[in-house]
T-cell receptor, first 113, second 116 residues
Framework: GQQVMQIPQYQHVQEGEDFTTYCNSS?????IQWYKQRPGGHPVFLIQ?????EVKKQKRLTFQFGEAKKNSSLHITATQTTDVGTYFC?????????????FGSGTQLTVLP | GAVVSQHPSRVICKSGTSVKIECRSL??????MFWYRQFPKKSLMLMAT?????????EQGVEKDKFLINHASLTLSTLTVTSAHPEDSSFYIC????????????FGPGTRLLVL
């Protein structure tokens, strides 16, 4: 079955430093989504990428979808303490009517003030 | 954004009892809802896909007789953990797909289940 791998598992950065998490799928995806989960909270949708090579920005966050639609990255510029949380990628495939998401293992980001 | 509610948020029960968790889409209709289980500091594991008006589709390794799913309306899906055991203790999260926003899922706040 489809597998989505995400690295690193943990990342500690000093406030103001940049942060990147990478996501790789074993199969070609129809789309990739990114979620943020604060400690004790639930995943919150950040963005969806659909096109090969697509790049989207949300303020300090830059999301990229690979040309082969099998990998993706999330880059945060100049991290802030509010960026703390676990970032999950989720690969979507059109498997008939299911359209399920397969989540990566997540990257837990700690930002030190 | 779309809102999904989940009830209860926390539940403690004795081993052998059954627990029902409700998932509601508050401001949109969801023909498909998903149930996930999340262990501490782990990713979300899809348990089953719930389709309104039909039987749920369970992932490999998930016992359908233990985790009963009912999706009776376009805004409500329920997960019942039957004869709960301590190993069922976990964080259960539902999500609902808003068809107006292609393939986006909105997650409920989750239910933390503790089986004693």
């Amino acid at each position: 079955g489809q597998q989505v791998m995400q690295i690193p598992q943990y990342q500690h950065v000093q406030e103001g430093e940049d942060f990147t998490t990478y996501c790789n799928s074993s199969t070609t995806l129809s789309n990739i989504q990114w979620y943020k989960q604060r400690p004790g909270g639930h995943p919150v949708f950040l963005i969806q990428l659909v096109k090969s090579g697509e790049v989207k920005k949300q303020k300090r966050l830059t999301f990229q979808f690979g040309e082969a639609k099998k990998n993706s990255s999330l880059h945060i510029t100049a991290t802030q303490t509010t960026d703390v949380g676990t970032y999950f990628c989720a690969g979507g495939q059109d498997s008939g009517s299911a359209r399920q998401l397969t989540f990566g293992s997540g990257t837990q980001l700690t930002v030190l003030p | 954004g779309a809102v999904v509610s989940q009830h209860p948020s926390r539940v403690i029960c004795k081993s052998g009892t059954s627990v029902k968790i409700e998932c509601r889409s508050l401001d949109f209709q969801a023909t498909t809802m998903f149930w996930y289980r999340q262990f501490p500091k782990k990713s979300l594991m899809l348990m089953a896909t719930s389709n309104e008006g039909s039987k749920a589709t369970y992932e490999q390794g998930v016992e359908k007789d233990k985790f009963l799913i009912n999706h009776a309306s376009l805004t409500l899906s329920t997960l019942t953990v039957t004869s709960a055991h301590p190993e069922d203790s976990s964080f259960y999260i539902c999500s609902a797909r808003d068809l107006r926003v292609r393939e986006t899922q909105y997650f409920g706040p989750g239910t933390r289940l503790l089986v004693l």
